[in-house]
C-alpha cells in the first residue's frame, strides 16, 4: 500500500517535472532559434562582385591596370587577350601588394609571382584568375564571384 | 545650552549610526563589523590568514587584475560619451567613428588621457591576467577542489582578449580593419566558423554591420559576462577557504602580531574571539586552537595594502597615460592593409602562428592551447587517476619540488608564446620577412 502510493506520487512527480523542463526546453529552443535568425545578417553591404571595363580604357599590351575598390589587376597579356587576377590573399585576406617579382602580402608574408602561383609563405592556393565576359556598349565584365584556372586569358572578339 | 548640545549630540549620533553601523575602535567586534556591514567590503573574509596579505603569496597579481577591469569599467563609460559606431562619412571626409578619435585626441577636454589610459589598462590586463594566471599556476593553487574556478579564470581570460579584440575595431583605424578581417577571415577556417563570423560581422565582409556588433560586445555583452564570472570567481575562492595555503602553516615565518596593531577584546567570554562569524566553507578553516595564530583581521591590514595597490597602479597608469599616446593608425582603407600589417602585441604570436599555416596556426595550435589549459586540471587528475601514479600537490607553495615537471611544462609554454610573441613585435618587417632590428633596413629611419 505504502508502495503503491509511494510510486503513484513519484509517477506524478516525473510527470510533473517532466513536463516542465519539457516546457521550458522548448521555450528555451524556440527563443535561441529566433535569437539566431535575428542576429544573422539579412541584408549583405557588400561591395558589388562584378564591375565593367571599357574597351577603350585597357592597358597597352604588356602592361597592368590596377582597379583598388575591387583589388584586381587587369593585364594585356597580348594585342587581343587579357586576364584578371585578384589581389585578395588567398590566406586570410589581406590585400597584396604589386612588387616586382609577382606579389607579396604584408600581413603574414606569403608570395606569389607574376601569375600568382604561390612560391613562398602561408598561402594555400594560387591568386585567383577571375572570369571576364564580353557586355554589350565595348565593355569587359570582370566577375570576382568567379575563378577560373591559372592563366585563362580572354580574347576580345 | 547644556541641552542644545545634548540634542545636537544625540541628533548626530543617530545620523552616524544612520550611514555606519560601526565604530572605529580597536575591538574584535568592530573590526568584524567594519568587514561585513560594507557591501564592499563584505566581499572579503573578516578573518584571513596572515600569509594572505605577504607579497610572495599572490604578488597582487590578481587583484591589479581586477582593478584593472574596474579602471577600463569606468574610463571605457566616459568614453562611449564621445564615441559613435558609425562607419558614415563625414564632413571631415572621414569615417564617424575615426574622426571621433581625432576629436577625442586633439579637442575634448582630457579625451586624450582617457583614451591612453583605456588603451594601456586593456594591454595591462592582458598581460596581468597571463601572469595571474601563471602564479596561480605555478603555486598549485588549481587543484584541492579549485578545478572548477580554473576553467572560470580562463573563460574569464579569453574574455579578456575578446574584450581587446572587440575594442581595438572601434577606433574604425587600419589596425582595426584589418585586425578584425583577418580574425573573422582565421574564424572562417574553423568547422562552422562561417555561421559564427556571418553573425559577428552582421555582413559579408567587415563593414558598418560589424562595427555596430562588434560595439555592442564590447559595451554590454562582454563586460556583463564578465562582471557576473569575476563574481562567481571571487566567490568560489572564499566558498573554498580563500586563497590556496598547506594544510600546515605552522611553521612558516609569519609577520610578527605587532605590525597588526593590537586587537582589544570586549568579549562577555574572555578566552573566545569571534570565530562565530567565519562562515563555514570548504578546506582548511581556522580550527580553534590550530591555526588562531596564523589569522588576522582583515580591516585594516588588508584593505589598506589593496587601497596602496590601488593608488600605485592608478599613478602608475596615469603616468604611461601622459607620456605614451594610445596607438591610432590612418583611417580604415578596406583596400590596403598597412605594410607590414601588425596586430597589438598580445595577438602577435597567434599572427606570427598563422603566417606559417591559416589553419594549424589559426584554429590547431591556439585551440589546443587554450583548451589545454583550460581543462589542466582535469587533465592532472584524469593522469593520475588512471595511472595511480599521484602526485603530491602542496597549494599555495611556489615551485613544489613534486611538480616540477608539471610547471617546467607550464613555463615551457609560456615562453612559447612569448618567444613568438618578440618575433612577431621585433623580427617582423616589411612584407612580413624576416628583419633584424639591429640592422637598419634599406630605406628605414629617416
Known amino acids: 500500500m505504502s508502495n503503491e502510493k509511494k510510486d503513484g506520487k513519484s509517477r506524478r512527480e516525473l510527470l510533473t517535472m517532466g513536463s516542465a523542463f519539457a516546457v521550458m526546453g522548448i521555450g528555451g529552443l524556440g527563443a535561441g532559434g529566433a535569437l539566431f535568425k535575428y542576429m544573422f545578417p539579412v541584408v549583405s553591404y557588400g561591395t558589388p ?13 604588356g602592361d597592368e591596370l590596377i582597379f583598388d575598390d575591387m583589388k584586381v589587376v587587369l593585364r594585356r597579356m597580348s594585342e587581343n587577350k587579357v586576364a584578371a587576377i585578384s589581389l585578395v590573399c588567398t590566406h586570410l585576406g589581406c590585400t597584396v601588394n604589386r612588387v616586382e617579382t609577382g606579389f607579396l602580402c604584408p600581413c603574414h608574408g606569403s608570395q606569389y609571382d607574376t601569375d600568382g602561383i604561390v612560391v613562398g609563405g602561408p598561402a594555400p592556393k594560387t591568386l585567383p584568375w577571375l572570369e571576364i565576359k564580353n557586355v554589350p556598349g565595348g565593355q569587359l565584365e570582370i566577375d570576382t564571384g568567379t575563378t577560373l584556372d591559372e592563366g585563362t586569358g580572354f580574347e576580345i572578339a | 545650552m547644556n541641552e542644545l548640545i545634548k540634542q545636537a549630540k544625540e541628533f548626530g549620533n543617530k545620523l552616524y549610526y544612520s550611514f555606519f553601523r560601526h565604530r572605529f575602535d580597536n575591538t574584535g567586534l568592530t573590526k568584524s563589523k567594519i568587514m561585513f556591514s560594507n557591501v564592499l567590503l563584505h566581499i572579503q573574509p573578516v578573518k584571513i590568514h596572515k600569509r594572505s596579505v605577504k607579497f610572495k603569496t599572490t604578488m597582487g597579481l590578481g587583484l591589479i587584475t581586477f582593478y584593472l577591469f574596474l579602471i577600463l569599467s569606468v574610463t571605457g563609460i566616459l568614453l562611449m560619451f564621445h564615441y559613435v559606431p558609425s562607419t558614415a562619412i563625414g564632413p571631415d571626409g572621414l569615417p564617424d567613428a ?58 574569464l581570460g579569453l574574455l579578456t582578449v575578446f574584450l581587446s579584440y572587440t575594442g581595438y575595431l572601434l577606433p574604425w583605424d587600419q589596425l582595426a580593419f584589418w585586425g ?62 580563500g586563497l590556496a595555503r598547506p594544510a600546515d602553516t605552522s611553521k612558516e615565518k609569519q609577520i610578527p602580531d605587532e605590525e597588526f596593531g593590537d586587537v582589544k577584546n570586549n568579549s562577555v567570554f574572555k578566552t573566545a574571539r569571534s570565530y562565530k562569524l567565519v562562515e563555514i566553507v570548504k578546506g582548511n578553516e ?92 582535469y587533465i592532472e587528475i584524469f593522469l593520475e587517476t588512471f595511472t595511480r601514479i599521484y602526485r603530491k600537490n602542496i597549494p599555495g607553495v611556489w615551485f613544489a619540488r613534486e611538480r616540477n615537471l608539471e610547471n617546467a611544462l607550464f613555463i615551457g609554454m609560456y615562453l612559447f608564446m612569448l618567444a613568438l610573441i618578440i618575433i612577431g613585435v621585433y623580427f617582423r618587417g616589411a612584407n612580413w620577412a624576416i628583419e633584424y632590428p639591429w640592422v637598419q633596413s634599406v630605406g628605414g629611419g629617416h
Open chain 1, 49 to 61: 562582385q562584378k564591375f565593367l571595363v571599357p574597351v577603350s580604357d585597357l592597358p597597352d599590351v
Open chain 2, 98 to 155: 575615426y574622426s571621433r578619435m581625432l576629436n577625442l585626441r586633439s579637442n575634448v577636454f582630457w579625451g586624450d588621457f582617457l583614451r591612453n589610459m583605456h588603451r594601456w589598462c586593456a594591454h595591462g590586463m592582458v598581460a596581468f591576467v597571463a601572469l595571474h594566471m601563471l602564479r596561480v599556476y605555478l603555486t598549485g593553487a588549481h587543484r584541492g577542489g579549485r578545478e572548477f574556478n580554473w576553467v572560470i579564470g580562463c573563460i
Open chain 2, 180 to 241: 578584425v578581417k583577418v580574425g573573422t577571415e582565421i574564424a572562417k577556417l574553423a568547422p562552422g566558423g562561417a555561421l559564427i563570423r556571418g553573425i559577428l560581422l552582421g555582413d559579408t565582409d567587415v563593414g558598418a554591420e560589424a562595427l555596430i556588433r562588434f560595439y555592442v560586445l564590447h559595451v554590454a555583452v562582454l563586460p556583463a559576462v564578465m562582471g557576473f564570472l569575476i563574481a562567481v570567481h571571487f566567490f568560489r575562492v572564499r566558498k573554498d577557504g
Open chain 2, 286 to 377: 581556522p580550527k580553534v586552537n590550530e591555526e588562531t595564530d596564523q589569522m588576522m583581521f582583515a580591516w585594516p591590514k588588508l584593505i589598506i595594502r589593496e587601497i596602496i595597490v590601488l593608488a600605485a597602479l592608478l599613478a602608475f597608469m596615469s603616468m604611461i597615460s601622459v607620456f605614451f599616446d594610445a596607438p591610432l593608425e590612418g583611417p580604415a582603407d578596406p583596400n590596403h592593409p598597412t605594410n607590414p600589417a601588425k596586430a597589438p602585441w598580445y595577438f602577435l604570436g597567434l599572427q606570427e602562428l598563422t603566417s606559417y599555416d591559416g589553419f594549424i596556426g589559426g584554429i590547431v595550435i591556439p585551440g589546443i592551447l587554450a583548451g589545454g589549459v583550460m581543462f589542466l586540471p
